[in-house]
């Protein structure tokens, strides 16, 4: 059976068709590296059934029965222009590569290739998704009918918004600094089209999301052999960053290793491709924006202080969304009319008790979580008015009261078992997942693996 997309916290989904079974269960392997939801299809019929608008990249093989690669190619280009379409083919020539770049193909991979180098082809394919898909948010009929990228009722936003636009008319770095979910990609973009390189391309990494031992090829290029599976020269995100924006979110991701040639590019503009001994010169304004406390990981020296200082020329706090209640309804409204427009329907609007459950809520997962809410509840409502329950939020648990809060007293215990009692929370608060224990003790994944060893957790 394919697999069925599901509501999860994946931060993309591919999908793959390929009448090889073998094949498609190969490709999962390889892709599991990447936080993808694989979406599988047979032959390029089903692979047309399973097309929807939230395939961020669809790979495709080439002769498939019922509907070939270039057939579904031409559907999804009509469809879902926004959508990468990476052809796969175990033979092939050069006129055949050609049309199919003519067509609208975004890569031609001949098999066999090696899984890191498809594992970095639907990376830079999903920052290409990302970028089409802003571009043409931005310039819809949303703009012309008054709903502006951010809503700025309350007097932290206003400020925000007055901030961006006098740093938008320079070219200093910039790092944007917030919560998960409160927006921070969208104000890197709205910096980039509001700066004099808006018609420059604006290219975006998630230093999160890309392999380790592929984020120095991604960022800088390499060079034809520099590792297996390089079997052509590529230009890195720098280099089709050049005169326009290098966005790099998740900046507290970026390995020590690679900081120093990150810091090395900031300071000159000099980069070399992995493999090459050739010096090259870009011109792009980079953008960096995080959710953990790089002072802290300064101090502890999981970044350097050299590059924080870099990066830290403009900096701009994105406020959470309950410290901004002001905008929660104004936003909500913005983004059902959004919704309304994208499913060409007529209207959609909040009861009164719905806009209550709004407003107490406390929004843990900022505007993400409500756009998220808001979707869920369009999707399923009996009408065009959205009731409470068509929400489906539950309410913050009410802090316990003094009496009743347990104090852990410290006094006695050595270092090695105050550290164990705070892996032990860490987990239990962040329910197991080794990504989030990472993130709120501020370590490394690999540490918190090493920790719970350790204390054989």
């Given at each position: 059976?394919?697999n069925?997309?599901?509501?999860?916290?994946?931060?993309?989904?591919?999908?793959v068709?390929d009448?090889?079974?073998?094949?498609?269960a190969t490709?999962?392997?390889?892709?599991?590296?990447?936080?993808?939801?694989i979406?599988?299809?047979?032959?390029?019929?089903?692979?047309?059934?399973?097309?929807?608008?939230?395939?961020?990249?669809?790979?495709?093989?080439?002769?498939?029965?019922r509907?070939?690669?270039?057939?579904?190619l031409?559907?999804?280009?009509?469809?879902?222009?926004?959508?990468?379409?990476?052809?796969?083919?175990?033979?092939g020539?050069v006129s055949?590569?050609?049309?199919?770049m003519?067509?609208?193909?975004?890569?031609?991979l001949?098999?066999p290739?090696?899984?890191?180098?498809?594992?970095?082809?639907?990376?830079?394919?999903?920052?290409?998704?990302?970028?089409?898909?802003s571009?043409?948010?931005y310039r819809?009929?949303?703009?012309n009918?008054g709903?502006t990228?951010f809503?700025?009722?309350?007097p932290?936003?206003?400020?925000?918004?007055?901030?961006i636009?006098?740093?938008c008319?320079?070219?200093?770095?910039?790092?944007?600094?917030?919560e998960?979910?409160?927006?921070?990609?969208?104000?890197?973009?709205?910096?980039?089209?509001k700066?004099?390189?808006s018609?420059?391309p604006f290219v975006t990494?998630?230093?999160?999301?890309?392999?380790?031992?592929?984020?120095e090829s991604?960022?800088?290029g390499?060079?034809?052999?520099?590792?297996?599976?390089a079997?052509?020269?590529r230009?890195?995100?720098?280099e089709?960053?050049?005169?326009?924006?290098?966005f790099?979110?998740?900046i507290?991701?970026?390995?020590?290793e690679?900081?120093?040639?990150?810091?090395?590019f900031?300071?000159?503009?000099?980069?070399?491709?992995?493999?090459?001994?050739v010096?090259?010169i870009?011109?792009?304004?980079?953008?960096?924006?995080?959710?953990r406390d790089?002072?802290?990981?300064?101090?502890e020296?999981?970044f350097r202080?050299?590059?924080?200082?870099r990066?830290n020329?403009l900096?701009l706090q994105?406020?959470p969304?309950?410290?901004?209640?002001?905008d929660?309804?104004?936003?909500?409204?913005?983004?059902?009319?959004?919704?309304?427009?994208?499913?060409?329907?007529?209207?959609?609007?909040?009861?009164?008790?719905?806009?209550?459950?709004?407003l107490?809520?406390?929004?843990p997962?900022?505007?993400?979580?409500?756009?998220?809410v808001?979707?869920r509840?369009?999707?399923?409502?009996?009408?065009?008015?959205?009731?409470?329950?068509?929400l489906?939020?539950?309410?913050?648990?009410?802090a316990?009261?003094a009496?009743?809060?347990r104090?852990?007293?410290?006094?006695?215990?050595?270092l090695?078992?105050?550290?164990e009692i705070?892996?032990k929370?860490?987990?239990q608060a962040?329910?197991?997942?080794?990504?989030?224990?990472?993130?709120?003790?501020?370590i490394?994944?690999?540490s918190v693996?090493?920790?719970?060893?350790?204390?054989?957790?």
């Amino acid at each position: 059976m394919p697999n069925q997309p599901t509501a999860s916290s994946k931060i993309f989904s591919v999908l793959v068709a390929d009448d090889d079974s073998n094949f498609r269960a190969t490709l999962g392997r390889v892709l599991r590296r990447l936080d993808c939801e694989i979406v599988e299809a047979g032959d390029g019929l089903e692979a047309q059934r399973r097309m929807t608008e939230k395939i961020a990249v669809a790979v495709i093989d080439l002769e498939m029965p019922r509907a070939t690669g270039r057939d579904f190619l031409a559907y999804a280009k009509k469809r879902f222009p926004d959508t990468p379409v990476i052809i796969l083919s175990g033979r092939g020539n050069v006129s055949q590569i050609v049309r199919l770049m003519e067509d609208g193909a975004f890569w031609y991979l001949e098999k066999p290739f090696e899984p890191e180098e498809l594992v970095a082809l639907i990376t830079r394919a999903w920052s290409h998704y990302e970028l089409q898909k802003s571009n043409r948010m931005y310039r819809s009929g949303l703009r012309n009918s008054g709903l502006t990228p951010f809503v700025s009722s309350s007097p932290v936003m206003a400020d925000l918004l007055l901030k961006i636009e006098k740093l938008c008319e320079l070219d200093s770095t910039v790092l944007l600094t917030g919560e998960t979910g409160t927006g921070k990609s969208s104000i890197a973009r709205l910096i980039h089209q509001k700066s004099k390189r808006s018609e420059e391309p604006f290219v975006t990494i998630n230093c999160a999301a890309v392999p380790r031992d592929l984020l120095e090829s991604e960022l800088f290029g390499h060079e034809k052999g520099a590792f297996t599976g390089a079997h052509a020269a590529r230009a890195g995100s720098v280099e089709v960053a050049d005169r326009g924006t290098l966005f790099l979110d998740e900046i507290g991701d970026l390995p020590l290793e690679l900081q120093p040639k990150l810091l090395s590019f900031l300071q000159d503009g000099r980069y070399r491709r992995v493999g090459g001994a050739v010096e090259h010169i870009a011109d792009a304004r980079v953008i960096v924006a995080t959710n953990r406390d790089l002072e802290s990981m300064c101090r502890e020296r999981l970044f350097r202080e050299d590059l924080y200082f870099r990066v830290n020329v403009l900096s701009l706090q994105i406020p959470p969304l309950r410290s901004r209640r002001e905008d929660i309804l104004p936003l909500a409204n913005q983004v059902l009319a959004r919704i309304a427009a994208s499913r060409h329907k007529g209207k959609y609007s909040l009861s009164t008790t719905a806009q209550s459950s709004m407003l107490a809520h406390e929004w843990p997962g900022n505007v993400r979580e409500l756009e998220n809410v808001l979707e869920r509840a369009t999707a399923f409502a009996e009408g065009s008015v959205l009731e409470e329950k068509d929400l489906g939020m539950t309410q913050p648990t009410p802090a316990p009261e003094a009496s009743e809060t347990r104090f852990i007293s410290l006094d006695g215990l050595s270092l090695e078992e105050i550290e164990e009692i705070a892996i032990k929370n860490a987990l239990q608060a962040c329910k197991g997942n080794k990504t989030q224990v990472a993130k709120a003790l501020g370590i490394s994944q690999k540490s918190v693996y090493n920790k719970m060893l350790k204390f054989g957790l």
